[in-house]
């Protein structure tokens, strides 16, 4: 089935400063960072202790943001997305594309009271780009299209000349042999993580700089398909959209945050050039995943704004008798910075005074809200998304508002 990234790429490419396509990936690959609590808190009473979801109920969680279909791309650990995508099959008939960490370098190591994550980063790469695609070592090139075929490969740079120099080989290794087994990749580019290797206001430029520098000297052929970093502002993420319009940028989204963290980090992003958001806790930690994942892909779309989907969210939650973590209220603030795995924060999203249009409103809508019914648990004749294209999808939910609205 033809996947929807692959689309939006094609759609992009042709016109990047006219195309609306915008990448939404959900990042279920916190077991390779988080261990055990990877799958987040269990919701139910455990007589008092805190207890995690097993990795079975995470796995359920993937299968059915697979099946709701809006999302383009599942990023997993590879031992899941052997089960899932080879095992399973889930998205050979699916419009969503699987994909798997291809790196984890000890910045993403944490261990419950461990410390690699403290020192300077420094590459390594569990998973093997066979086991992602076929599921064991020398794969024949007729096995390999069967798993996954897209790989997130994450570097981090601490203004350190033996340290910066390793990770560039190891990333330069990594891409000659994605190149020859036919393995695409997508970067991510974490801040450095070590606290004042850089100053705070040339940290945008930095990055920005390395990722230029890094890619200069790689054909297309070897590139990756599009960026994963922190939003630094608006101003550099102009800066780099504006350098090479045919490198994709995307966001990532770091800590769960309040929901309004989430929705104005892509709203934001969005406005300034970005035109993916890959994230992974704010929708793991989300009160309902599914209904969180539609109210990006309706900021995504240009159908609600950040604040109109933080209300509107509200009121699906109500709905479906789902006790959020947050009132109203508490939701629409703007909480939490960007983190990395390990901690460190940069800003993501301007922290201004929001407009009175933007303030939180009483719970419950009025006759000039949206009103977003939803279509999660309680309509379980759902148009699919996953067989609509963009303007399909941004056209039905514009009606839908519309007789909401009267």
């Known amino acids: 089935m033809p996947k929807s990234l692959d689309q939006k790429l094609t759609a992009i490419h042709a016109d990047p400063s006219g195309a609306k396509d915008f990448i939404l990936a959900d990042a279920k690959d916190a077991d390779m960072a988080f261990g055990i609590g990877a799958p987040g808190l269990s919701p139910e009473r455990h007589d008092g202790e805190l207890r995690h979801k097993t990795l079975g109920e995470y796995r359920d969680q993937i299968r059915a943001v697979i099946q709701q279909g809006i999302v383009d791309i599942v990023l997993m650990s590879t031992s899941t997305s052997d089960q899932l995508t080879l095992q399973e099959g889930l998205f050979d008939h699916s419009r969503v594309t699987p994909a798997a960490r291809a790196n984890d370098a000890t910045d993403v190591h944490l261990p419950r009271g461990g410390q690699i994550h403290t020192a300077a980063a420094r590459p390594f790469r569990t998973a093997a780009i066979d086991h992602m695609q076929c599921g064991h070592l020398d794969c024949d090139d007729a096995e390999r299209p069967r798993g996954a075929n897209l790989g997130l490969y994450s570097l981090t740079f601490n203004n350190n000349l033996e340290l910066d120099l390793h990770t560039l080989e190891r990333y330069k290794e990594f891409r000659e042999e994605a190149e ?179 303030k939180p409103k009483a719970a419950g809508p009025t006759k000039n809200e949206p009103v977003v019914k939803p279509t999660v648990a309680e309509k379980p004749k759902a148009p699919n998304f996953a067989t609509m294209s963009p303007t399909e999808r941004l056209e039905y939910h514009r009606a839908r508002l519309k007789k909401s609205l009267g």
């Open 180 to 358: 020859r087994k036919g393995f695409r990749h997508f970067m991510e580019v974490f801040d450095p993580n070590l606290p004042g290797v850089v100053p705070s206001e040339l940290l945008g430029g930095f990055i920005n700089d390395l990722i230029a520098r890094t890619l200069a000297g790689v054909p297309q052929a070897g590139r990756p398909v599009f960026l994963k970093i922190v939003y630094h502002g608006p101003k550099a993420m102009e800066e780099l959209v504006r350098y090479d319009p045919h490198l994709i940028v995307g966001v990532l989204g770091g800590a769960a945050g309040t929901t309004y963290d989430a929705f104005k980090l892509l709203g934001e992003a969005k406005k300034y050039g970005a035109r993916a958001a890959l994230f992974g806790r704010k929708i793991n930690q989300a009160e309902n995943q599914l209904a969180f994942i539609e109210f990006l892909r309706l900021i995504a779309d240009d159908v609600l704004s950040p604040e109109e989907a933080v209300r509107a969210y509200h009121g699906v939650l109500q709905k479906l008798n789902v006790t959020p973590t947050r009132s109203l209220e508490e939701d629409m603030q703007l909480r939490t910075a960007v983190m990395s795995y390990g901690g460190s924060a940069t800003v993501s999203v301007p922290v201004a005074v929001v407009a009175e249009s933007e």
